[in-house]
């Protein structure tokens, strides 16, 4: 293995005032990609090792700054994968920030359970709709009887 390696790293690297920007081999996904000896690693876990250290088991580097091309030490934090997933914009992390249900109900431990898949319910929204079930079953049984 080539000892140059760390200089060749930030050759590939454009530092500005805020991110600094990874110009070698990015994948399809927009992470940067670089060679160490043999094996190919994505450039930003290089970055945070060549800063902090070896990542520490069970965890995932987390862009602060939400860049995946950014490879700045400062904008990268060594989290578990749930907290780096509630960080980011998907729609589980969208939910997973939410405080109230779609009809403004506080999801609070009194009004809130978990289903089955994982996902958080409310209680009265579930609760209202089974009374319109409830009722719209009873008008048939009277129509019909």
Not at 33 to 56: C, D, M, N, S, W
Request: proline share 3%; net charge positive.
């Amino acid at each position: 293995m080539r000892s140059d390696w760390p200089d060749r790293f930030l050759d590939k690297v454009t530092r500005t005032a805020g991110c600094w920007t990874w110009t070698g081999s990015v994948k399809p996904n927009g992470y940067g990609q670089f060679r160490v000896g043999k094996r190919v690693r994505t450039a930003h876990r290089v970055a945070y090792e060549l800063a902090h250290g070896e990542i520490p088991d069970g965890l995932v580097i987390d862009h602060l700054c939400r860049r995946r091309d950014c490879v700045r030490p400062d904008h990268l934090e060594a989290v578990t994968q749930r907290i780096n997933v509630r960080r980011g914009i998907s729609s589980a992390a969208h939910r997973a920030r939410q405080t109230h249900c779609c009809r403004g109900h506080a999801f609070d431990a009194a009004n809130t359970y978990v289903a089955p898949n994982g996902t958080r319910k409310c209680r009265r929204c579930r609760a209202t709709a089974q009374d319109r079930a409830r009722r719209r079953r009873q008008e048939v049984t009277r129509v019909l009887a």
